[in-house]
């Protein structure tokens, strides 16, 4: 299995720009995470869907942050419009049950200037 | 609410041994993970507890007790690979939350 897919790896983009970030899961899994992590605030849980619902995005810092899981095997999760503070990793993670240890991707760093 | 409580950095020498602790307060307990992030790396899961004592997985241990509030987990016979940052996590109410995590740095 090729693990949690994320793309890009990195991504710099200009303040008011829109961000897509990238996911693919582990086949079979039916819960998807979207995490970030900053120095500041450690790994922050953002939304998390189970079976493409999304079940709770009270982490979604505001209305800016969307995301989306069209089917089984890809997420987004965009910024619009992008802000200096959203610079990050952004990770995504999935796993076969919600209280089963999850497996991350590698992560997103993304920077906005 | 969740609040995850981990010393953020400690140093420690090559064979030896290092514990890093956790204390946490949840309403609603269903499990504490603990995972190794290296630097510039996704996070990777080492250990489970849901209920009291000790797991053990090879050079690294796992404690709970839930009545404390309190984890810990032993790295032992240390090596250089095992410079990295330790994530307590705890699970409860549906969500996994994470502490800033524990920066150890192994020296020779």
């Known amino acids: 299995d090729a693990g949690v897919i994320q793309s890009p790896r990195h991504e710099v983009t200009e303040m008011g720009q829109e961000v897509t970030l990238r996911c693919k899961p582990i086949s079979g899994h039916d819960y998807l995470f979207w995490y970030r992590q900053t120095m500041m605030r450690g790994l922050e849980l953002l939304i998390y869907f189970n079976n493409n619902v999304p079940i709770d995005d009270s982490g979604m810092p505001e209305d800016r942050f969307s995301a989306k899981m069209p089917n089984a095997s890809f997420s987004t999760l965009k910024i619009q419009p992008s802000e200096p503070r959203d610079s990050a990793v952004y990770f995504c993670?999935?796993?076969?049950?919600?209280?089963?240890?999850?497996?991350f991707g590698s992560g997103t760093r993304l920077t906005v200037v | 609410g969740q609040n995850i409580d981990q010393p953020t950095e400690m140093t420690a020498t090559e064979g030896a041994i290092v514990q890093i602790n956790c204390t946490y307060q949840?309403?609603?307990?269903?499990?504490l993970f603990w995972y190794q992030q290296h630097a510039g790396e996704a996070p990777t899961f080492l250990s489970y507890?849901?209920?009291?004592g000790l797991e053990e997985k090879g050079r690294f241990s796992s404690f709970l007790s839930r009545s404390k509030g309190y984890s810990y987990l032993l790295l032992k016979e240390l090596q250089m690979k095992d410079s990295a940052s330790y994530l307590c996590a705890v699970y409860g109410n549906n969500r996994l939350a994470f502490g800033k995590g524990n920066q150890v740095v192994v020296i020779p």
């Open positions: 993670a999935s796993s076969s049950d919600s209280q089963r240890g999850y497996t």
């Open positions: 507890n849901v209920l009291d």
């Open positions: 949840t309403s609603g307990f269903n499990g």
